[in-house]
């Protein structure tokens, strides 16, 4: 028996790859689905089945895709109806891979469908559980993202709360836990940096395996859910009704275009330019109302959050030799439209002639420079709001960029702002939406918070944020 953990930092997921005497099951693939099929292939192992704990929120799976390529089944719990052909399991269903089985465990709570799969060992002993969204290393998932006229998310707590206790709970300590997510995922509010952790130590540590009544639990998680991305909805429907070939996606968006050609295909298609690059060199020059989301930051969860229309025409502008890691990025959460790439990235814009804008960044010791010889300056700090309240500087203004789309319209567009975030990559997104937008007034400080910490700026953990 081979287990192996795929993880993917960018968006804090962790697929599986199960293989016994010639057989293997994939479990939450990403969209991709080269990487286990190569992976089958050198263990001259048959892919059998494909696993979903859940429709999925915050990416697009590779399961309809893998399924064609490989000819798999793909298994959901009890409850998921689909756009395309599935097996949808009953609870208690056993699936054998080689000498080994897999069981469902019905577990809803995060979603109506959401599933545990039991995998047992060659002696039918509980090895591991892969539980999807319902727990987490020090977290469960969090019940607010299936909601429907005739099921609150409290229903859904009360759902999860049963689940626990009466699937995953009664299981021996040493079954080891791998879930679907770890922590930097919006699936849940207290995830651990662990990816997989035994049940015996999580029964141990975990708040939501606590004894307590059903009533205290839901309170408990429900309790400080920040509003889920907008995209989320839109990823949940595409993996429950199937979507476009990822490799169809690829070819379309993988295209270079030279500086006339790429410059043509924005005003003719209403495309955005989407900037990739490093945020300190972004800054120094880039295509006029093009928006900056950097590769090297939470990418997909940006992209996703900010870019409201997923069917949006994108053109990317990237570090030379990563154009179609963009577009593959873009493609696991559903971002499907891309168009091209810049061919020769930016130099080539302006070795064409092409105009250029910038944004102008200071260091942290030049605004406590500004700000002491003026204590009127707006300083605007992009944060989230936990963020802000545990320390900021004196009189600043939070302006969450989650949020910058209802907020901006209440900035002045002929006045001077000083942006930050933590260090840097926020508040250059946010700076470059607002000069999309016609702000032309911005001022990025380099090295956000981290480096303001470091200077003699009057700072205030005093919770009464003046907030746009």
């Known amino acids: 028996m081979k287990i192996e953990q795929i993880y993917t930092g960018c968006l804090a997921q962790g697929a599986y790859y199960i293989e016994s005497e010639g057989e293997a099951a994939i479990i939450d693939p990403l969209r991709e689905t080269a990487p286990y099929i190569e992976k089958a292939e050198r263990n001259n192992t048959k892919i059998k089945y494909i696993f979903e704990t859940h429709f999925h929120a915050d990416f697009v799976s590779g399961h309809v895709d893998l399924a064609k390529k490989t000819g798999a089944t793909i298994v959901y ?18 699936f054998k891979i080689g000498n080994i089985t897999m069981e469902i465990l019905h577990t809803p709570g995060h979603t109506p469908e959401s599933t545990t799969y039991l995998l047992k060992d060659e002696n039918g002993k509980n090895h591991a559980i892969f539980s999807g969204d319902t727990l987490f ?31 995953i709970m009664p299981l021996e300590n040493e079954v080891i836990v791998y879930p679907a997510h770890g922590a930097g995922s919006a699936c849940g509010k207290n995830m651990s940096k662990e990816t997989y952790d035994t049940l015996g130590h999580q029964k141990e540590v975990n708040y939501a395996l606590q004894k307590m009544p059903k009533e205290e639990f839901v309170e408990k998680v429900l309790d400080g859910l920040s509003k889920p991305p907008q995209y989320f909805a839109k ?24 500086a006339e050609a790429f410059e043509g295909v924005a005003n003719s298609e209403g495309a955005l330019i989407l900037d990739t690059r490093p945020p300190q060199v972004f800054n120094k020059g880039f ?46 959460v559903g971002y499907d439209n891309s168009l091209g790439y810049l061919e020769g990235g930016f130099e080539s814009w302006k070795n064409a002639g092409k105009e250029v804008d910038s944004i102008v960044s200071i260091s942290a010791e030049e605004l406590a420079a500004k700000k002491a010889a003026d204590s009127s300056i707006n300083i605007v700090d992009v944060r989230k709001p936990s963020e802000y309240q545990s320390e900021h500087v004196v009189d600043a203004i939070n302006a969450p960029l989650d949020y910058v789309n209802e907020q901006m319209e209440k900035l002045e567009q002929d006045s001077t702002y000083y942006m930050h975030c933590a260090g840097g990559y926020r508040s250059m997104i946010m700076a470059s939406i607002l000069k999309a937008r016609g702000y032309e007034n911005l001022v990025d400080i380099a090295g956000g918070f981290k480096a303001i910490a470091e200077t003699d700026l ?10 746009l």
């Open 77 to 94: 719990g009890p409850g998921a109806k689909t756009g395309y052909d599935i097996h949808e399991g009953t609870d208690g269903e056993v």
């Open 287 to 332: 295509i006029p109302n093009s928006i900056f989301i950097g590769i090297d930051g939470s990418f997909a969860s940006w992209v996703g959050t900010l870019i409201t229309d997923i069917q949006q025409p994108i053109l990317i502008v990237a570090e030379q030799g990563r154009e179609e890691e963009v577009v593959k990025r873009l493609a696991r």
């Open 235 to 258: 990823n949940a429907m595409l993996n429950k009704e199937g979507y476009g070939s990822f490799d169809e996606v690829m070819q379309k968006g993988a295209v270079p275009l030279s």
């Open 137 to 167: 290393i020090g977290d469960v998932g969090r019940p607010d993202l299936a909601i429907k006229s005739d099921v609150t998310e409290k229903d859904l707590a009360g759902m999860l709360y049963d689940s626990l206790h009466s699937k």
């Open 458 to 467: 009057e700072k205030t953990a005093y919770v009464c944020p003046s907030t």
